[in-house]
């Protein structure tokens, strides 16, 4: 019973993580970027958006300058990266450790800022999760159609084939280095926008919020993934999967407390369940791999270069 | 259409492993000239394709494509003037998306894009009568993602993509070098067609001395970063291997070895 009155709770917080997840879908699965600093940006969304609702902006506003925010912390990367040559995973960590200034300095220096559900109109709340779940399910339709529309645009398709494919997009004339400054920033300002939304469910926005949300987000892609390439290995489908993923994930991890886990465990948790979500894969790979006979074909022979027996 | 000027290069100067790629390259390449390359292991053919590409900087000298000096604008502008197709057939394509999309991409080559739809419905019908001239059956596969094609398929893909926006200048560094002979020999049927067709001024490199010379209308040899023999014409068609050996011999003042060259004699 206890489970089924969380249920609600975790529909809307998970709906949240899962819009997390599909900014770090972008990064992770389609620019091939493991992308730190999201720990950071998704942290900026709350920040912006408290700080705002508590100077008295209206809530779309406050929203828009969170993914705005985010936008920004994205494009930072991104240069450290593309303009600075350093590798994306470093690039990543030291946004999100420049992104912890600048957090603390956005909170006026404090932990943490509260919102007040009843001074301000806020999209959602944990009070009332019927219209959380609505609110943050009408934003993620938003932004599913809007990614939709832009991965088919001849802009989007650079994007796609700048992950896939480096060499033959730079031999197809696309500025990759521009190309994963513009993924970054999409996939940041998305953080960033869950986190403004996160930061209302909860009433505060938090100077250690966000940390480990790359490997929630990691949770939410592997869980959705391995169901939706199942049924349809496309763009949309993939994205629905990653907030299921993302439902999922709050769903097992609500049961889990509920079960007695002490909650210091739970980072650990989240952690687990990414880590047998690559190994299962990667060890059943290599379980299969034994039984096989060993074949020397031609192209293996001539080939030295490795790499590309993945044909 | 291409002019090479006493183009140098060096891997890892200054240490114990530099290694002279590219010694005072010259060459020019008149327009429609279809140039096959081939030359000894470590000789700078693919490195010599790579500077035209602009995939780092020459030490000094110049490369000019049409009038244009291109020494120093980088790869994905200078992509506008060349087809490349590479050795590795898993490199020019999208594993993971559509046959047609990496076809879009390609028909944008040089072109600003925007956020406009990226395939339009009259390139589709486009794209699948060029697939059908392929006859490899892939006309009914424009959706299908380029990742479960096989090498020769997706070699094959490659090309069209370095021709479907006419290329000034079409670069082929080996790139049926890691095919079998059957799908290779297609692959080479291929190129010429397209070659003809669309009168493209063409590098190919070859490990085959055969394929080189049984195409194109000049061959050209290298060694230690310079070319040692350059025959055209007339000279060219008559050429013999055991001809074309004596000449390396006497251009370079050392035996030819290329274990792979030698290999497929």
Partial sequence: ?311 | MLKITNLQKTFNPGTVNAKTALSGLNLTLEDGDFVTVIGGNGAGKSTMLNAIAGVWKPDCGTIEIDGVDVTNMPEHKRAQFLGRVFQDPMKGTSPDMEIAENLSIAARRGTKRKLVWGIKKAEREQYKQLLATLELGLETRLSSKVGLLSGGQRQAVTLLMATLKRPKLLLLDEHTAALDPKTASKVLELTDKLVNENHLTTLMITHNMHDAIAHGNRLIMMHEGRIVVDVSGEEKKKLTISQLLGLFEKASGSEFTNDKVMLSK
């Fill in chain 1, 1 to 311: 019973m206890a489970f089924l009155n969380a249920l609600p709770g975790a529909v809307a917080e998970g709906l949240i993580w899962g819009l997390m997840a599909i900014g770090v879908y972008i990064s992770y699965k389609i620019l091939d970027i493991a992308d730190l600093s999201v720990d950071g940006s998704i942290c900026t969304g709350g920040c912006v958006c408290a700080v705002m609702l508590a100077n008295g902006s209206p809530v779309w506003l406050s929203v828009v300058a969170a993914f705005l925010a985010g936008v920004l912390a994205g494009i930072l990367t991104g240069l450290l990266h593309s303009a600075f040559g350093i590798p994306a995973i470093l690039a990543g960590i030291l946004t999100q450790l420049i992104l912890y200034s600048v957090n603390l300095s956005i909170l006026g220096s404090k932990s943490l800022v509260a919102i007040d559900p009843r001074a301000n109109n806020l999209l959602l709340h944990m009070s009332n999760n019927p219209r959380s779940i609505v609110s943050a399910g009408l934003i993620i339709i938003a932004v599913i159609i809007l990614l939709w529309l832009f991965f088919y645009t001849e802009v989007g398709l650079t994007l796609k084939s700048t992950g896939d494919n480096p060499d033959m997009s730079r031999a197809q004339g696309i500025n990759v280095k521009l190309n994963k400054v513009i993924g970054l920033a999409i996939s940041n300002g998305i953080v960033a926008l869950a986190g403004s939304l996160l930061a209302q469910y909860k009433g505060s926005a938090n100077i250690n919020d966000g940390r480990g949300a790359i490997v929630i987000g990691l949770a939410a892609i592997y869980i959705g993934l391995s169901v939706s390439t199942k049924i349809k290995p496309n763009f949309v489908v993939s994205l629905i999967g990653v907030i299921g993923g993302g439902i999922v994930y709050y769903i097992i991890y609500n049961f889990v407390v509920l079960l007695g886990l002490k909650t210091d465990y739970l980072k650990m948790l989240s952690a687990i369940i990414v880590a047998l979500f690559l190994a299962v894969p990667y060890l059943k790979g290599e379980y299969f791999a034994k039984k096989q006979p060993i074949v020397i074909t031609d192209s293996s022979a001539e080939n030295s270069t490795g790499g590309d027996v993945n044909a």
